[in-house]
């Protein structure tokens, strides 16, 4: 990103800095596409946005608002997606869509209400590949290749933000024509994402811009490109990418250390046993996560209750009661999440800094 600093021009102006940016630009949509197994992109197959939330909001709108859009109006989900995803399928529902979202408690994709929906009305399918909160892995590729059996048409958006290089797959092998990703998630900077869009959708013109004006990225993001925020992506996406073999080892090896170091303690574990290996969602006994949280902090550990990006929500997390907690025991939960850079070492801190808030912190009375 600081080497990028001296390519300062605009990728879209005409002049040799303007090309030169053009060039770089091209390379870390490559870059990205590569990672998700993509060698050779199209135009308008990959669109950078300034996150993961407006990548999912552009296939989502931008989907339900096209020219071409079919009359069908059934949209699957889960109960458990992110607020980008759950938030636009509300406003979709004030417009006319009938939503429906598929139990996921215990982190289990009800299959019996995917069925029953699979039929000609079934217009989208939004599934996340990974929980952010329990890291439950959902088996999308299943439900997109049984959607398209059962209505060809259909356009499936996976949010694969919690997924990307954490689990292993590619744009193919998910088999959706829309794939939400973002920077941060895989030490990339912040505010930066994209949108991957499958080569049905281009022809078949089935996605709409929903920001105008100069039609940068291929006419579907409007906007000057975040050029150093793109180039920290892209060199993120081909890091994380080349040492995939060996991290999502140690990040499954981690989580097996803290798993079996809380067994037989008063914690108990809520990540089912198909999901990512960097996710570790836990119920403390009667302790606040909040309470935990700062005890931890103190100790130099950064866990969240819930997730980040729910952070500024009231009451417990809706994902975790969808996952089949009651409030009380929602409100006692931490998510603890790896990165290829924690080490075992890390994970002793954690469970000794955790056994001795369990002896010191206060209890809530129920
Ligand atoms: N989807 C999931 C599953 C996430 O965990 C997040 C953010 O943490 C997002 C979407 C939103 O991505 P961004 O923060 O880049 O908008």
Redesign the pocket.
Known sequence: MCDAMAHYGNPSSLHALGADAARLLKQCRADVGEALGERFLKDGQLLFTS??????ALALLGTARAKSRRVARTILTTDS??P??ENNLKLLEKEGFCVVRVSTRGGVLDMTTVQAHLNSDLFMVSM?L???ETGARYPVEQIFAMARAASPEVVCHC?A??GFLKVPFTARSLGADLI?V????IHGP????ALFVSERMLKERRLSPFLFGGGQEFGFRSGTENMLGIVGFAAAAKACAGSLRTSLPHMAALSARLRASLEGSEITLNTPPVAAPHIVSLTLPQIKSETMLHHLAAHGIYVSAG???SAHAKGPSSVLLAFGLDGAAAASSLRISFSPENTEDDVDALCAALADGLKTLVRIKH
């Open positions: 996150c993961g939330t407006e990548a999912t997606e992110h980008s995803v996340m990974v929980n952010n949010d933000v919690q939400t973002s920077a941060h998630k912040k505010g930066v994402g997730s980040a990006c």
